[in-house]
């Protein structure tokens, strides 16, 4: 479920995550040192770790090449779905 | 072995729908695309597994993408960014992947995702369009710009140290049985066909259009379509997939030559003329 700012856009989405027990405790702990709730900081880790995939350039070279080379296969999938 | 995360899979995505990665967190199914994950690790039967070889490569690459698929962690471009994160998979492990011709590509993700084609079969039409290269070694180490609090790193540091699943007795039974099934069949040549109609045009099966409908929609119209086939001798004709992609498998034994066969498709086709059900033949599927 997300909830909408005033612009009409999605400003949070409800995730369930599936963490292992000691993650979970880990997470639980560093929120309450911070004085932060556990959403915040498993949000900001979240963000952090897509953004460190998105910097990572050998990640993204590969990806870019794969995308350019199979860029037909690519159009044909989404034909193929709409 | 190189494994994608959650992460990996909203970068992929977000590169691939050309959209920005917090639009992709927004729309993904966080609980899916770990299932998907965790469904692809179980090929691996314990951490830091070596890909052995080509063949190697190609099923574990077509696991992630089969998981992927049927996991439906993105409901829109589901497919594209299954194979994108296979291309990727295999990239991060030193395999390149050319996956022509593009229309052949197509029908093996269409019956992968179908269940119509096995990640063991697949293998046999990926294996020689990969390529070895270089091995990157690809580890996502955090860098100091993160600007990542101190305690989180070291979360994901301990998130990245959980073993992986282990490959329960009875699903690695059931592995080896598919591979054994899948061993029988050689997966050779994609052959769309769409029958030409018969001049005569009999009606003949105009009210064996089955449980489905011929006219109220495109989809509606297939799977009448595969209704009237079932009720013209040919009873293990497959449903169409979403987009009209009806597999033949071997097991099936239906012979897309034999006179019933074609007499069946004449008289459907004119029995549907709305649907646009492509026949792909599996057995002679995937040489091109």
Known sequence: ?????????????????????????????????????????????????????????????????????HQRLLDLLQDEQT | MTRLDVADLVVIAARTMGVSTESVLAQ???????????????????????????????????????????????????????????????SLNGWRADLNPASTAVVVVEALGSGHLTPDAAAVWLSPRLTR?????????????????????????????????????RRALASVLLAIAASGVTLLAAACSRGPFMADGSAAGASVAGQHQATASPRSADLAYADCMRSHGIPDFPYPSASGVAIVAPAAGIDLSSVQFRTAETTCRQVTPTATVRIVDASTALSR
């Not at chain 1, 993650?23 to 900001?44: K, Q």
């Not at chain 2, 190697?56 to 992630?64: C, E, Q, Y």
């Not at chain 2, 070694?137 to 073993?163: N, Q």
């Open chain 1, 1 to 69: 479920m997300s909830s909408l700012n005033e612009a009409g856009k999605v400003r949070t989405k409800n995730m369930v995550l599936r963490l292992d027990p000691d993650l979970a405790d880990l997470l639980a702990t560093v929120a309450e040192v911070e004085g932060r709730s556990v959403s915040d900081v498993a949000r900001e880790a979240i963000a952090a770790l897509v953004e460190g995939r998105r910097k990572d350039k050998r990640f993204r070279r590969m990806l870019e090449d794969n995308l350019a080379r």
């Open chain 2, 28 to 90: 993904m199914d966080v609980d899916a695309a770990q299932d998907a994950l965790a469904e692809a690790r179980l090929f691996v039967q314990g951490p830091g597994k070596a890909i052995r070889g080509r063949a190697d490569a190609a099923k574990a690459g077509l696991v992630l993408i089969r998981a992927l698929l049927w996991h439906r962690p993105f409901p829109e471009h589901g497919q594209q960014v299954a194979v994108a994160a296979g291309l990727q998979f295999l």
């Open chain 2, 133 to 169: 290269v270089r091995r990157l070694a690809l580890v996502h180490v955090p860098r100091p710009s993160f600007g990542l609090p101190r305690p989180v790193p070291a979360a994901r540091v301990r998130a990245r140290r959980v073993p992986a699943r282990r490959v329960p007795a």
